[in-house]
């Protein structure tokens, strides 16, 4: 982003207090990361990770494992660009690539957050429908005006605490798969030793679960994250963004993996809930995180399947804004426009005009009859196709000296990056081919 004016409350020309050797607090870094870590755990997210759990049960714990360290990667050379480079994740790609690569990846990303925004309201609207007697459309609306309200209203700083809080509901699946008392031996057999059925069934499954974990509004609000952060600390212009120490680096990648492991950590407990309950039942087939909160409670009790429709609402409250923020990101970086939360709604009717339509459109989808969360698991197979292009376009950004200068990933950085893109293809061709034969 370049030169600035019309800063909302919280950002100025002098830098916010920061440690000893110019570094944001620890305590506001790891807030950073834990709620991009949240964010990764959407309602959408936890639909799939609940049907994954429904389908194959506890022997497919080894996923969560397996995702962390590509969790990690992708999500950190995100955040790299966006605190390196200064610039958000596709106003970075704007500058380093042609039009007629650039205005595709735009267009999927866009129309996947709507579609991510549309899913999660819905998501939201059906698990609070099992709490209170109101018609879900209502409950839908009225979330999305709340939640659009904050973001025109409220300041970054303020949208950060209150996100950092909602993360935390996240726990409630650690306490549900608790009550559904597991078998210890079960678990530890599913975590340490893979199954893998060679099915079109289970590699739909496989991808989903990489798309969901691996989703491409995460790198663009990380990125665009680390950026809002800079600005929040008083480094409002481009060249007093440009740069990072190493030092700076280190403690990104520690912030970063501190977000991917309680993502991660959530991701395990929702596939061991639904796995020791619903599929040990025979209920192998889930289309919703709602319907799997419902299905919990004469497993696991009531309280497990409140705690499993909380956990939605409030992670819902979270991924929402990030999504249709995400989107308004998206599309100004991508027409080489600005936008920042820093911004006021006045000063950038661009960007919060973005969000707002995004909004409304997530909205409609779910007016219109369309229920976004019956395709949930195709929406991560979708997602799923994307991530290794974007994987791949991230990988050749962080190793390019005019936008990274000195900080090019080093030896384990590019070993780790590289393998989880071949992964990644190779899983999408992999279904692809089961697909075919």
């Not at 969901?212 to 665009?224: D, H, K, P």
Request: proline share 5%.
């Amino acid at each position: 982003m370049a030169d600035r004016a019309g800063q909302r409350p919280g950002a100025s020309d002098a830098p916010a207090e920061q440690d000893r050797d110019g570094r944001r607090p620890i305590l506001q870094s790891l807030g950073a990361g834990i709620v991009t870590g949240a964010a990764d755990d959407d309602p959408s997210a936890i639909g799939t990770y609940a049907s994954a759990g429904a389908r194959f049960g506890p022997a497919i714990l080894w996923l969560a494992p397996l995702l962390l360290p590509m969790m990690f990667v992708s999500v950190y050379l995100s955040a790299k660009i966006g605190q390196v480079y200064g610039r958000g994740l596709f106003a970075c790609i704007r500058d380093q690539f042609p039009r007629w690569l650039l205005y595709p990846i735009v267009t999927i990303a866009f129309t996947g957050n709507i579609i991510e925004a549309a899913a999660d309201l819905g998501g939201v609207g059906a698990a609070l429908n099992l709490l209170l007697p109101v018609p879900t459309p209502l409950i839908v609306a009225g979330a999305a005006a709340l939640i659009f309200g904050l973001q025109l209203l409220g300041s970054y700083p303020l949208i950060r605490a209150i996100f950092r809080w909602l993360a935390l509901v996240l726990f409630a699946y650690v306490v549900a798969a608790i009550l559904a008392r597991p078998d210890l031996g079960t678990v530890l057999r599913g975590t340490f030793v893979p199954h893998i059925p060679f099915t079109a069934d289970f590699l739909s499954i496989l991808v989903a679960c990489i798309g969901t974990s691996l989703s491409a509004y995460v790198y663009t609000w990380q990125s665009n994250q680390e950026v809002e952060e800079q600005i929040c600390e008083g480094r409002i212009r481009l060249w007093q963004r440009k740069g990072a120490s190493k030092r700076q680096l280190q403690r990104t990648q520690r912030n970063v993996l501190t977000g991917m492991i309680f993502s991660n950590l959530i991701l395990y407990f929702i596939i061991l809930a639904t796995g020791v309950t619903l599929h040990r039942s025979g209920q192998t087939a889930v289309d919703t995180a709602a319907q799997a909160a419902q299905a919990l409670a004469p497993l696991a009790g009531s309280a497990a399947s409140l705690l499993f429709a909380a956990g939605v609402v409030g992670v819902g409250f979270l991924a929402v804004p990030v999504m249709t923020t995400g989107a308004a990101y998206d599309l100004v970086q991508g027409i080489g426009r600005q936008g920042s939360l820093h911004d006021k709604p006045r000063d950038n009717p661009v960007f919060y005009g973005t969000i707002a339509a995004v909004t409304l459109l997530a909205v409609g989808l779910n007016f219109l009859g369309f229920n976004p969360m019956r395709a949930l698991v195709w929406s991560g197979i979708v997602q799923g196709f994307t991530v290794p292009p974007l994987l791949l376009l991230m990988m050749i950004l962080t190793n390019r000296k005019q936008v990274v200068g000195a900080r090019r990933n080093g030896r384990w950085t590019n070993a780790l990056g590289w393998t989880t893109t071949f992964v990644t293809f190779a899983a999408t061709g992999a279904l692809v081919v089961s697909w075919l034969g």
